[in-house]
């Protein structure tokens, strides 16, 4: 995963916890546009390759 991708994961982190939800989803947005998608579970963030 490269360490662009995991720095914007850990800022929608840190911004889903002030719950800014419109902006830890246009984060998700540019992870997307990245080739990533990331999945919120229960014990943190889970990156995933699209195909």
Known sequence: IP???EALVTEREHIR???DFAKADDI???I???????D???L???IKKLR
């Open 32 to 38: 997307k546009e990245l080739g990533f998608t990331v």
């Open 44 to 46: 943190g963030s889970v």
């Open 3 to 5: 360490p662009e991708v």
């Open 40 to 42: 919120d579970t229960d």
């Open 17 to 19: 916890q002030t719950k």
């Open 28 to 30: 998700r947005t540019r």
